[in-house]
């Protein structure tokens, strides 16, 4: 695949969207762009078989629109895996928009963000995700229905990150009982990359479990008030990977696990809530696997936070927010257990109940 245009004179030949390495049959690719506002957006449907698609939107300052068009891609199909894994009726769905959260992001940019949303009538559903707040998801439901994750005064299940650092914590906890015999993380080694939303709130809970927490993040500020606040060690290194750990918790980007980081690693258990880990699932899965490292699926240990947006469609509270998240504990555990006994990675174990869900939903449809 080609994935440069010379000039426009000399059109090569591209396969700009269904060649993709990461296009995974997705019913629909949106591309949405506003001058007035300087909106440019990105929204992927993967898969609408159990619901709309529901998935949260990401403001990041891509280096490419091959990067964000990739990222969107692979973020909506992980969705589809999300809640099929979790049993709740939705489809997968993502969207990115490119620009710096901290600079572009105007009033105005999400509300026609917005409009985009409602134009698809509710195929797609948003929510928040990196580099975007409850207030901005407010901003939006004042132009279309089809967005949760709204504030709580607003009537809805306010920031999701909480809930979803909750469930990391149930699964990390899970992939200790396996990994080392016991579920206590108490004097565990464990490093956090990534301490914004979800990373911080996981660090919370590390910390009130007496385990041994090391951050890292590129935000100093963040990183001085996570060590004041929880009594973690800011790592000052560079390269933490080949740091001596019992678990490495991603919480940042995606693809964090690959071909230059897996040999280093010395952390026995991955469990962390950044979406899409393993660069490559099934090459990464594998090399996790032939080295004894436990790997929690991410898509099926970061769905506290969609397990809490549901509630705004489901209308179900908090008490069933939270079994439901705990529940990630049992599935996780059953899951690293059915993925030793049948000599497959964790991913796939997961992957193929989550598949299963969806080929039965769709033989009654
Ligand atoms: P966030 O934007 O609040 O935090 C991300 C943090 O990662 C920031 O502090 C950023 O500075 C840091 N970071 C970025 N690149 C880094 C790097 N290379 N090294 C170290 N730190 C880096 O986002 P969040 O809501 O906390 O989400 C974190 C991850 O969890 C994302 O991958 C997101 O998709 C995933 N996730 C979030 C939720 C949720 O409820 N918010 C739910 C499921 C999955």
Avoid at 87 to 100: H, M, Q, S, T
Avoid at 117 to 136: F, P, W
Avoid at 146 to 159: H, P
Avoid at 348 to 354: C, E, K, M, N
Wanted: proline share 2%; charged share 25%; with cysteine.
């Amino acid at each position: 695949m080609v994935t440069e245009l010379v000039n426009s004179s000399e059109l090569i030949k591209v396969d700009p969207v269904f060649g993709q390495q990461s296009f995974d049959n997705h019913e629909q690719v949106v591309f949405c762009n506003d001058k007035d506002t300087g909106l440019k957006a990105i929204i992927g449907i993967h898969n609408t078989v159990l619901g709309p698609a529901l998935g949260g939107t990401r403001m990041w300052n891509y280096e490419s629109e091959w990067d964000a068009l990739n990222d969107v891609l692979r973020l909506s199909r992980g969705m589809t895996f999300k809640s099929a894994i979790t049993g709740l009726n939705l489809g997968g769905g993502k969207a990115v928009i490119i620009g710096d959260a901290k600079t572009q992001k105007t009033p105005e940019l999400m509300k026609r963000f917005g409009e985009f949303v409602h134009s698809l009538s509710g195929r797609y559903i948003t929510a928040e995700d990196v580099g975007m707040t409850t207030e901005d998801m407010d901003l939006v439901r004042e132009v279309t229905p089809y967005v949760t994750g709204i504030s709580e005064s607003k009537g809805g299940a306010g920031n999701p990150s909480p809930i979803t650092a909750y469930g990391v914590f149930m699964g990390m906890k899970a992939a200790a009982k396996f990994a080392y015999g016991s579920d206590i993380l108490e004097d565990r080694v464990i490093y956090v990359e990534g301490i914004g939303n979800v990373g911080e709130a996981l660090v919370e809970h590390l910390s009130n479990e007496g385990a041994k927490v090391f951050i890292s993040d590129l935000n100093r500020e963040r990183l001085e008030y996570v060590r004041d606040k929880y009594k973690a060690v800011i790592y000052e290194g560079d390269n933490l990977y080949g740091e001596a750990m019992d678990i490495y918790a991603p919480c940042a980007l995606g693809a964090t696990v690959n071909d230059a980081t897996i040999h280093q690693l010395k952390a026995k258990v991955i469990a962390g809530a950044a979406n899409n880990q393993l660069a490559d699932e099934q090459k990464h899965g594998t090399m996790l696997r032939e080295r004894g490292i436990v790997y929690a699926p991410d898509f099926l240990i970061n769905a506290g936070g969609i397990i809490n947006v549901y509630a705004e469609l489901e209308n179900y509270g908090k008490h069933e927010i939270i079994r439901k998240t705990e529940n990630i504990y049992n599935t996780t555990l059953e899951i690293l257990n059915n993925a030793d006994t049948n000599n497959i990675t964790t991913h796939q174990a997961a992957f193929d109940i989550a598949q299963a869900r969806i080929d039965a939903r769709k033989k009654e449809n």
